[in-house]
């Protein structure tokens, strides 16, 4: 039995996540997906599209992990926070037209998410959504 607690052991994942650590965040995917993956199943009803959340948050908790605060709040409530923040946004861009709904594999199908990842408007077939996103 590991002696560490839960939150220790997450908050030791998120510090190694800062540091750009892949195996770290391999490791919190697989500690937090299932119970982060309901959340977003709650947030956005539609299985499918919390499968894109959860992509898109946990890009995010790669690039935020340094902002992360064990003082302030639960490893746990705070990754649900960042998902529950990407079903939102995921949410109004539908709502709005913006962005891409359909995902384009081998290629940036979360563009519209703000990571603006270099490869749609360089692609045939891009949507025009993806097109107008890159930069």
Known sequence: MNPESPDTQLIALLDRVALADEAALRELYDLTSAKLYGVAVRVVSNREWAEDVLQEAFLN?????????????????????????????????????????????GWCWWCAAGALIFCAAARPGAPTACRSWTT
């Open 61 to 105: 908790i790669w690039r935020i992990a340094a902002d992360y605060k064990a003082t302030l709040s639960p490893p746990m409530a705070w990754m649900v926070l960042v998902v529950r923040s990407r079903g939102l946004d995921f949410l109004r861009r539908r709502t709005s037209g913006r962005g891409c709904r359909r995902r384009w594999p």
